[in-house]
């Protein structure tokens, strides 16, 4: 029961962080031949959500991904999950 209260109070934020601490050099993401260790994926989740900022993302404010299958829109929404804003995805083809 104490795992899944801890999972439930858990964010995404949190649990990357946790990830990239204990697993770092282990692999998080592959697109094709492109790989990111869960360090990495971290540390580009971070550069991804400063940049957002500023662009003035704020917490609470919805963000729209319009992208292909690929590790960065991944990335994109973990790094608007730092920024406390709520992302969305639309599918390529719309």
Do not use: C, K, Y
């Not at 917490?59 to 804003?85: C, F, K, P, V």
């Amino acid at each position: 029961m104490d795992a899944w209260r801890a999972a439930l109070e858990s964010t995404i934020p949190q649990l990357l962080a946790r990830n990239a601490a204990e697993f770092a050099e282990h692999p998080a993401l592959t697109d094709g031949p492109r790989h990111w260790t869960w360090r990495q994926a971290r540390e580009e989740a971070l550069v991804l959500a400063a940049g957002l900022a500023a662009l003035g993302l704020q917490r609470g404010q919805t963000m729209l991904i319009a992208m292909s299958d690929r590790a960065e829109h991944w990335l994109a929404d973990t790094a608007a999950s730092h920024l406390g804003a709520v992302s969305s995805a639309v599918h390529p083809a719309l």
